[in-house]
């Protein structure tokens, strides 16, 4: 028979009767409660019972403090030859529905019982303790379960450039607990030049391992340092599937190392920093640190020592600091939404689907209290007006976006392929394998870009595959397969030899991927400093660039008409062809996907790509050649290189592939060559 949950009330006597007899079988763990006390409970809407087959085989028994908004859970019994069935989870998820708008569920043990792990398995973590009231002065821990709801501290946006979560090993010797080298390294993090650089916080295994410690005093002085670090509590179902993918990765990595409960413990501490949105984890745990690679593979958690956070926090911050560097150069802003500000967004972003102003609102603020470091990213023009919002968070190998909106704006359609663009190179960054863009009401400018974008559309929302891959189809095709797999998806297989367009298409359906043994030919085009500054920023301007051309994803280019054999669809290498100083000299920056070669009257031109193009009309005529005519390469989705690639590396790429390369004018190259000299400019330094 299934397990049923009931309100009890005060008139429903014979149900309170077998109540107050289960109690009384289990007084020496419950204590004495009298009939009328039940009874009271009962009429507060404080009773609920566990009945299977008409027998009363559970119940929990709770307070509803006017002055507290939380739930004072009293007792949770269960009949001990019912135990095993999940009653007491039903219970509890019982109280969590009826009373969602309470912060938490609160309650106390004795320590003695040795009940921490059933808490422990209910969701609840140990959040202090106190002294019984009884002769012999029993210590009762406390234990919370969190419903969700936001504190005076949950919404505090952290001014520091890198937020990390730290382990007990590091805890400790903040506290001045443990070895004399401990200390002094763990507390090297409380210099004062790093306290506007790091900010540190704690997830709830931190708790359960300050629980485990036998003296009551030293407890009490682990826990008062606690209020100087950042709480973040993540989602137990998520942390739950995450650990699981730890242990799993685990086993099968390092075979010969055994999972047991200390292993595990370590391995939450990955997975609770992973799904806060954190990718720092400090630890001076040496076991820890030997399963850096899994923390890393699996959940993108990058594990590191109090000393390395301390010699190299400009590296780690760019784990997680972001700002849209394609905004860079333009009269564009990125800011992070400010807590309190998220009613004054409701009138600049379409709310028909969400029902109201303020259910748009709230929905934003749930982001700032549910556990999970989300950034909420604003997009202001030069006006200040707000024309673009979202949030993301990296949850291992995927980017997630719950919310994605567009402000009507002249430039609304430009920013939403922007933005789209954007989130695939900040999931690139991250090494994120997939984009989960989950707002339920995307804007239109945005669902209409997102098909062109290979994202794919479900019940869900909408996924794209990121393949970072440079090589032979059948590789590409492997990894992406690869990747879908694991979100239950499928993804076509391409063969070599493809169609120019088809592999066109691929690369952009699973950019950043890159196809070499297909159709798709490679050109690279020498420019001068002054237009790639322009184009690209690269090197960058002082002087903004136009609004349109500084967020668009397409862009043209002029030179002399004569033909190089070029075709499109094609790739394009961008070579800055003069030095810009001593310091920067030739050298490759980047390449694009050319979309368009056309030769006209450079007045056609000009008035057909005005909008695209950098150049006036009389420096589109000058590049005319004896035959009048010029041409314009248009072409999009550029990506500058992390590393640019120097005019002798460039040489010397090529004659190892056995090729001569002319750097005069536009030139067609080997798609070989364009894989090396693409390797090389993301080359990890």
């Known amino acids: 028979m299934a397990i049923k949950v009931l309100p009890v009330t005060g ?31 009962a009429d507060d809407g404080g009773l609920l019972v566990a009945v299977e087959d008409e027998e009363v085989v559970g119940y929990a028994l709770f307070g509803l403090p006017k002055r507290n908004l939380h739930v004072r859970l009293a007792h949770l019994c269960v009949a001990e030859e019912h135990r095993g069935k999940g009653i007491a989870r039903l219970l509890v998820e019982e109280i969590r529905e009826r ?16 009940l921490g792990a059933m808490w422990t398995g ?11 009231r009884g002769q012999d002065k029993e210590t009762l821990d406390t234990w919370w379960l969190d419903l969700g709801h936001e504190d005076l501290f949950t919404e505090a946006q952290s001014d520091a450039l890198l937020v990390a979560a730290v382990d007990h090993s590091v805890f400790a010797g903040l506290r001045g607990v443990g070895e004399e080298r401990a200390i002094k390294e763990a507390q090297a993090l409380e210099a004062g030049w790093l306290a506007d650089l790091v900010e540190f916080a704690f997830t709830p295994q931190l708790l359960h391992d300050v629980h485990q410690i036998e003296g009551r005093e030293e407890r009490q002085h682990q826990r008062a340092g606690l209020a100087g670090l950042r709480s973040l509590s993540p989602r137990t179902t998520v942390v739950a599937t995450r650990h699981k993918e730890l242990v799993a990765a685990v086993r099968k990595v390092l075979p010969d190392v055994p999972v047991e409960d200390q292993l595990r413990g370590r391995l939450r501490y990955v997975a609770e920093t992973s799904c806060a949105g954190l990718q720092v984890l400090v630890t001076r745990d040496p076991e820890l640190g030997r399963l850096a690679d899994v923390a890393w593979d699996v959940a993108r958690v990058k594990v590191a020592s109090p000393a390395a956070v301390t010699m190299h926090v400009d590296e780690l911050r760019q784990a997680q600091l ?49 556990g999970v470091l989300w950034r909420r990213e604003l997009l202001r023009d030069g006006g200040g007006r707000p024309v673009a919002l979202y949030a993301w968070a990296l949850d291992g190998r995927t980017l997630n976006v719950p919310i994605l909106r567009t402000a009507t704006h002249p430039l609304e359609e430009t920013l939403a ?40 559309e479900d019940e869900g929302g909408f996924t794209a595959l990121l393949v970072d891959v440079c090589g032979p189809a059948a590789v590409v095709s492997e990894a992406a397969g690869e990747i879908a797999g694991r979100m239950g998806r499928t993804a076509p297989r391409l063969g070599p030899g493809a169609s120019a367009e088809i592999a066109s298409v691929a690369e952009r359906v699973l950019w950043p991927a890159k196809l070499i043994d297909t159709a798709l030919p490679s050109f690279i085009a020498p420019v001068k400093p002054r237009w790639s500054t322009e184009l690209f920023n690269v090197p960058a301007m002082l002087v903004p660039r136009d609004d349109v051309l500084g967020i668009s994803r397409e862009h043209v280019y002029y030179r002399s008409s004569g033909h190089r054999k070029e075709s499109v ?9 003069d030095g810009v100083s001593r310091q920067q000299g030739k050298m490759a920056i980047g390449c694009s996907r050319l979309d368009e070669v056309l030769i006209d009257a450079p007045d056609t031109l000009f008035s057909r790509f005005e909008h695209l193009g950098v150049y006036g009309r009389a420096e589109v005529r000058a590049a005319a ?57 993301h080359r990890k330094t």
């Not at 419950?30 to 009271?40: E, V």
């Not at 500058?640 to 010397?652: D, E, N």
């Open 122 to 132: 209910l969701g609840f973590i140990p959040k202090g303790e106190s002294l019984g």
């Open 569 to 577: 669809p094609a790739r394009i290498l961008w070579y800055v062809s």
């Open 322 to 370: 972001y700002r849209p560097a394609d905004l860079m150069g333009t009269a564009f802003s990125a800011e992070e939404v400010a807590p309190g500000s998220e009613e004054e967004l409701v009138a600049f972003f379409d709310q028909s689907g969400d029902g109201s102003g303020p259910a748009f609102a709230e929905r934003l603020k749930e982001l700032s209290r549910d």
């Open 417 to 456: 392929r922007q933005l789209l663009f954007l989130l695939k190179r900040l999931g690139r960054e991250r090494e994120a394998q997939a984009i989960r863009i989950a707002d339920p009401y995307v804007s239109a400018a945005a669902v209409e870009a997102a098909g062109a974008d290979g994202f794919t």
């Open 99 to 114: 009373h969602t708008h309470r912060l938490g569920i609160r309650a106390k043990c004795r320590r003695d019982y040795g």
């Open 625 to 681: 050649d004896t035959s009048g005519k010029v041409m314009a390469l248009r072409f999009s989705d550029t990506e500058i290189f992390p590393v640019q690639v120097t005019h002798g590396r460039l040489i010397a790429l090529a004659k190892g592939l056995g090729l001569r390369l002319s750097l005069m004018s536009l030139s067609k190259i080997s798609n070989a060559l364009f894989q090396a000299v693409y390797e090389e400019g």
């Open 11 to 41: 008139e429903q006597s014979e149900l309170l009767g077998a109540v107050i007899a289960l109690g009384d079988r289990y007084t020496k763990f419950l204590g004495l409660l009298t009939p009328p006390a039940y009874r009271k409970h």
